[in-house]
């Protein structure tokens, strides 16, 4: 049996790969986001909200509209989907100031997302504290569907775990070319999902921060234009 | 000899004249004319081929000056400044400068001054000027940028600008034009002098150079010509095996250009990308029975193996050097007897450029040979000989300054000193591509570099530059006038990894070079490629470094490559057009290429000289649609892509295109006779259609980071500069391209990667152009096969990548159909 055929996923009319995680029925959506049904409830990691205005602090003046944008791709999931909770997966914020930062309408729109349903702030390392006066829980780490929910991967064997933190990005080649997309990582047993923050960037997946995460050859989910392609190891290639 | 009108005592001082006679030379009407110029405080420019005396005719009223100065105690000024658009060029002046002021006794002080000049010679330069300064157009923008700038230039009597005609029409001409004005500010009495090789129109250049402040322009300029020279000797290789249908490499030619290098004294062997120059030099070696000191130069080797190189030329060591554009200017060989172009050679002045490498005397002719690589370059390479027999050139249209860079420009004046809105853009309209700079242009350039010119207004607090109480403008922090230094220039180079070789373990070893990313995804590992002039075998890659191994003897992959990266110049394609449809003209071709030039007349047609001659026919399973505009591959793809989303419309279901220099083919299942092919080529394609596709381009994506570089919204990435691992903390401009052409789609940055892709990357203009010309004039042959002219654009099917949205759908696709093939196995 070829190891791709262990992962038992398909696609979904929407354009999502559906995937078992452990016991979990999961849906890698084409957004980056993941859709557990079962819980009704919306991951998304590594949002990196005014991480342009980071920047611009220090100079280097970077469209000021990447938090509009996020909040937005973010919104859309919300409306399509109408989870009961939103779990943000850690680094929701760039920086400690970041929500100091937040434009007073953008702030408006994030209380928008949060109305009717369950928010969920799990801290990351760029904002260790969750938020001040915004709405939502706060926690370290979250157990669902028998899924640990965390930002940062854990080193090692870690079945269950749905985390961030790491970016991943494939460059997927084919006898035309290659192509690079933020992707999800996975090996049936743990999930990395890709960053969601419009300016977030991609680490490749055969980067060494990705070396012991996954006990056997992981398959990516890369987001495409219209769905999200499930990627055999085979096919990828260093940046 | 004195061949000038006003003798050449009355101009020269004694030292001086003594010195020609002690040389056994006399001065050169054009050198005594340059003495004139300056005796009268005129603006100069020399036009002159190499060979003139043309460096030494730019110096020579700046040495006449400085060595009649009365002594002083105190520390002087710098006096000339020189500046060139090569760093080698601006350090072999120095050299050759240091003989006459020696031998004269000047006690004239000239340095050059360039990004690998030691940082103990750049502080003293700064703190003690030399008498004349050597440097590049980067350097100066560097040095207009520190504090200090107006006492550093207030003094400067004199600026040189050499090998003009490579520099003006280009984004570093922009930059070194805006440093010009400013220069001129600090030093009012400066005179600017140009060094140029023969051009099309001088005036173009002049307008450059001039300072166009009130009563200046054009006028201000005196043109002085040098003597014409010898006109050159261009032959072409009728190779004895036949004129290939296709290709770029010009391999059936390798034993005879090689029984050419052997007869020549040192030949220069040009091509147009480095791949061709990687497999000339392979096929040259392995015929290398004398083995002959044959070398290798290329923008992608190593800086220290090109210096060596360099050295060995001038040692007059090599028999032959395979070289790519990094050589088409640079400092003088004398030894250099013989130029070889193989493939074509794309535009008049170009070559005449390269001829003139070869053989530094005016009154013996360059010698050259041209070696086309297949049938239509045959045109192409006859096309070029006449025109250069004719002396006719092609020209480069003159620029309009871009925005970028002079977003650059302003916040490097204020890294100097505080600035006046109104007196710098005055200052600013003194420089040639900016003399129309409108206001409005102007202040939102201002706002961005401040802002970032976004229209929420959000990031005011975080402004680069703000205005003071006294109305004037400065720099917000030491610190961000330091990132700014970091960040000067108008060259934006792809993204380079480092070519290494791995130790058995793996590590990355020694740096053999550096190629650019896209090559590198081409191979696989433990595929084996030509590197260098040597044979490796890709183990992988690793950040910003490519591993190899040595594998000597193995057959080489070579990557495909399309040919030029330069497009045929819109008066050689002209040329050419001309060339095939005048029958009478054909007896000068080849007879294997006549030949192909009859099959063509006889089974499709030859059409008239405006006509865009235009072919449908059906092969195999599929139904093609060639036409030959000839306007350069830019402009077929920007055409193919177009052509095809009206095919789409029209439900013509247009499958995929191909192109090349003169052709595009575009293929689909049922056949394309019925399509009316006047509205297909419309110019109105050039509106909506244009701009849909072009927002979802990827050359728009690299248009935009170019500019985000230059105007300094992102910064440059140093090669050698460590990635953070663990976490990517760089971002991609593709993100900040799409975030904001969602919100902010007239942002100035958008305008200017508008404007340069239009003008670089797909060529617009040129496009234009051609469907103004054809329109009602396309002549449609409804063929039963492929007519001849067909079959090199046909051969390049399959080795062409298909760029853009529709392509990354499709690899995605594709890698997906292995995973689900490799889960059936």
Request: hydrophobic share 45%; net charge neutral.
């Amino acid at each position: 049996m070829s190891v791709a055929y262990a992962y038992d996923h398909a696609p979904s009319p929407c354009g999502s790969l559906r995937l078992r995680l452990g016991m979990a029925e999961a849906m890698l959506r084409r957004s980056g986001a993941l859709w557990l049904e079962a819980e009704r409830a919306l991951v998304v990691a590594d949002l990196h909200l005014e991480k342009g205005s980071s920047y611009a602090a220090r100079g280097q003046m970077l469209p000021p509209y990447d938090t509009r944008e996020t909040l937005k791709r973010l919104a859309a999931e919300i409306d399509a989907l109408n989870p009961a909770t939103v779990i943000l997966l850690g680094d929701t914020f760039h920086d400690r100031s970041s929500e100091e930062r937040l434009p007073a309408d953008d702030a408006e729109r994030l209380r928008d997302l949060a109305r009717g349903r369950t928010l969920v702030w799990v801290v990351g390392n760029h904002d260790a504290d969750g938020p001040r006066a915004l709405p939502g829980q706060t926690a370290d780490e979250l157990s669902l569907l028998g899924l640990t929910l965390r930002h940062e991967p854990q080193a090692g064997f870690q079945p269950g775990e749905v985390a961030g933190h790491l970016h991943p990005a494939a460059r997927v080649r084919a006898t035309r070319g290659s192509v690079r997309r933020r992707c999800f990582i996975t090996d049936g047993e743990r999930i990395i999902l890709p960053a969601f923050g419009a300016y977030a960037g991609g680490l490749n997946v055969m980067d060494k921060a990705f070396a012991g995460l996954f006990a056997r050859g992981p398959i990516i989910g890369a987001l495409g234009s219209s769905r999200v392609h499930a990627v055999g190891w085979r096919s990828l290639a260093g940046d | 000899m004195a061949d000038s009108a006003v003798p050449a005592a009355d101009l020269l001082p004694s030292r001086f004249a003594d010195w020609f006679t002690s040389r056994g030379w006399s001065p050169r009407a054009h050198q005594l004319a340059m003495v004139e110029k300056a005796q009268a405080g005129r603006d100069a420019l020399l036009i002159a081929p190499t060979g003139g005396g043309k460096t030494l005719a730019g110096f020579l009223p700046s040495l006449i000056a400085l060595s009649e100065r009365p002594p002083s105690n105190t520390p002087r000024n710098l006096h000339t400044l020189y500046i060139s658009p090569l760093k080698a060029l601006a350090v072999d002046v120095e050299r050759n400068l240091g003989a006459p002021i020696a031998q004269m006794g000047l006690g004239v002080v000239a340095e050059s001054r360039t990004g690998d000049t030691g940082i103990s010679r750049r502080q003293r330069q700064r703190v003690k000027p030399p008498d004349i300064l050597l440097t590049t157009p980067e350097q100066l923008a560097l040095l207009c940028a520190w504090e200090g700038a107006r006492l550093y230039f207030e003094g400067l009597e004199c600026v040189i600008l050499d090998e003009i005609h490579t520099l003006h029409s280009s984004k570093r001409g922009d930059l070194l034009a805006l440093d010009l004005a400013r220069i001129a500010t600090f030093a009012p009495n400066l005179r600017r002098v140009g060094l140029s090789a023969t051009v099309d129109d001088p005036e173009v250049i002049k307008a450059w150079m001039a300072n166009h402040r009130e009563g200046g322009g054009n006028a201000s300029i005196d043109l002085v010509r040098g003597p014409a020279g010898a006109a050159p000797i261009v032959d072409m290789l009728l190779s004895e095996g036949r004129v290939p249908w296709s290709g770029h490499t010009a391999q059936h030619a390798m034993q005879e250009v090689y029984d050419v290098i052997t007869k020549a004294k040192t030949a220069l062997v040009f091509v147009n990308t480095r791949f061709q120059a990687e497999f000339a030099f392979q096929e040259l070696w392995r015929l290398n029975e004398d083995a002959l000191p044959i070398a290798l130069h290329h923008g992608s080797l190593a800086a220290e193996q090109r210096r060596k190189v360099e050295a060995a030329m001038a040692r007059g060591e090599l028999r032959a050097v395979v070289c790519t554009s990094t050589l088409d200017l640079g400092i003088d060989w004398g030894d250099v007897d013989l130029v070889i172009q193989l493939a074509s050679p794309k535009g008049a002045s170009r070559m005449v450029q390269r001829i003139g490498r070869a053989n530094h005397r005016l009154d013996e002719p360059s010698r050259a040979l041209f070696v086309p690589a297949n049938r239509f370059e045959m045109l192409e390479c006859q096309a070029a000989r006449e025109a250069i027999a004719e002396n006719k050139l092609d020209g480069d249209p003159p620029r309009v300054g871009a925005l970028d860079v002079l977003a650059q420009h302003v916040m490097g004046c204020a890294c100097s000193e505080p600035f006046d809105l109104l007196k710098l853009y005055d200052e600013i309209t003194t420089a040639g591509p900016y003399r129309e700079l409108i206001w409005e242009d102007f202040e939102q350039v201002v706002d961005f570099v401040s802002t970032g010119g976004y229209a929420l207004k959000s990031y005011d607090r975080f402004r680069r530059i703000v205005k003071g109480q006294d109305g004037l403008w400065r720099v917000r922090n030491p610190e961000t006038a330091q990132r700014h230094r970091l960040n000067v220039g108008a060259i934006v180079s792809p993204a380079m990894l480092a070519v290494r070789i791995s130790s058995r373990r793996g590590m990355p070893g020694r740096k053999i070079g550096e190629i650019e990313e896209g090559m590198v995804e081409m191979l696989e590992p433990g595929e084996t490629f030509v590197f260098a002039g040597q044979v490796w075998r890709l183990v992988g890659v690793t950040n910003l470094d490519v591993l190899v191994q040595a594998a000597p003897g193995a057959d080489p992959k070579m990557p495909s490559w399309g040919g030029s990266k330069f497009a045929l110049s819109t008066y050689l394609a002209k040329r050419v057009r001309q060339l095939m449809y005048d029958q009478s003209h054909w007896q000068v071709l080849p007879s294997d290429v006549r030949e192909w030039l009859e099959a063509q007349r006889d089974r499709s047609l030859i059409p008239e000289e405006e006509e865009l001659l235009l072919e449908t026919f059906a092969r195999g399973h599929r139904q093609f649609l060639v036409c030959y505009p000839f306007e350069g591959r830019l402009a077929h793809t920007t055409l193919a892509m177009l052509l095809t989303r009206r095919l789409e419309r029209m439900g013509a279901g247009p499958l995929g295109f191909v192109c090349n220099d003169y052709a595009l083919a575009v293929w689909a299942i049922s056949p394309l006779d019925g399509v009316n092919f006047g509205e297909l080529f419309a110019e109105d394609m050039l509106g909506d259609d244009l701009e849909a596709w072009l927002a979802e381009s990827f050359m728009m994506k690299r248009a935009f980071k170019g500019a985000a570089i230059i105007s300094g919204l992102i910064e440059r990435r140093f090669p050698g500069q460590q990635q953070k691992s663990g976490r990517q903390v760089t971002f991609s401009t593709d993100l900040i391209y799409d975030v904001l052409r969602r919100h902010q789609p007239d942002h100035l940055l958008l305008r200017c990667a508008r404007e340069d892709a239009a003008s670089g990357l797909i060529d617009v203009a040129r496009l234009g152009q051609m469907l103004a010309r054809i329109k009602g004039k396309i002549r449609h042959a409804p063929l039963e096969h492929l007519s001849p002219f067909s079959v090199p654009i046909l051969l390049e099917i399959g080795k062409e990548r298909s760029p853009g949205h529709t392509g990354e759908t499709m690899i995605l696709k594709e890698a997906e159909a292995d995973l689900i093939a490799e889960a059936l196995q």
